[in-house]
């Protein structure tokens, strides 16, 4: 049973296009994440979302908007898309504590390429 | 801004032998973790060391912490082909409310 689940694995659109990317999580995790992977494998934090607050990450174009239809899910949606949204994103989740975030699950990505 | 600094950038080691790799960062942190992707994967998580922690083994893995300089590294003993991988640190800031921070990474390779 998949932990975190992404789709599509692949997206390749036009430039202006509008997409979106799922994502669902069954841990039970109380908080969701996207990341964005650059191609020198850098990894930035876009958002992080639970149910009483949604972080955003200053240097995130408004073009991107997160959306949680429940607990399990924050979706990912990117309009007007530009040749720079190329790039890895991926979801993740985990639980939040006294102490702290817990271990992130990683959903596997999501591959855009914008041409 | 990026919070952590991975090095080596890139480290090739043979079959069997011990890997190190270390990470610096720049504010006071939660918790530090670090993470394994493999090429064209997703990450996997490795090992959670918290602020008041300062060394945390789980198999053939060792993860120091050391908060007064602001590093961490990771050692993987008798390392395997399998280990190939990049590897990366990040850093829990506030409470896991925002987000990780990551490092750029190790990319390790193992010659068999």
């Known amino acids: 049973d998949t932990a975190v689940s992404q789709t599509p694995k692949y997206l390749v659109t036009q430039m202006g296009n509008d997409k979106s990317i799922k994502c669902e999580q069954n841990?039970?995790?109380?908080?969701m994440y996207w990341y964005k992977q650059d191609s020198k494998k850098f990894l930035k934090i876009m958002f992080s979302?639970?149910?009483?607050?949604?972080?955003i990450n200053e240097t995130v174009p408004n073009r991107f908007s997160p959306k949680s239809p429940d607990k399990a899910h924050l979706n990912l949606h990117i309009n007007s898309l530009e040749l720079g949204d190329s790039a890895v994103y991926f979801c993740?989740?985990?639980?939040?504590?006294?102490?702290?975030?817990?271990?992130?699950?990683f959903g596997p990505g999501t591959r855009l390429l914008v041409l | 801004s990026q919070q952590g600094e991975e090095d080596p950038q890139a480290l090739s080691i043979q079959e069997g032998e011990n890997a190190t790799m270390n990470c610096s960062y720049k504010?006071?942190?939660?918790?530090l973790q670090w993470y394994r992707q493999n090429s064209g994967r997703g990450l996997v998580h490795l090992i959670l060391?918290?602020?008041?922690?300062r060394e945390k083994h789980s198999g053939r893995l060792r993860v120091t912490l050391d908060t007064s300089k602001k590093s961490s590294s990771l050692l993987i003993t008798a390392s395997r082909a399998a280990d190939t991988a990049s590897y990366f640190c990040?850093?829990?800031?506030?409470?896991?409310?925002?987000?990780?921070?990551f490092g750029k990474g190790t990319h390790l390779i193992i010659q068999p």
């Open positions: 504010t006071s942190i939660n918790n």
């Open positions: 979302y639970n149910n009483k607050e949604l972080i």
């Open positions: 990040a850093t829990d800031i506030r409470g896991g409310a925002d987000g990780l921070t």
């Open positions: 993740a989740s985990s639980r939040l504590t006294s102490g702290g975030a817990e271990t992130q699950y």
């Open positions: 841990l039970g995790h109380d908080t």
């Open positions: 060391i918290r602020s008041n922690e």
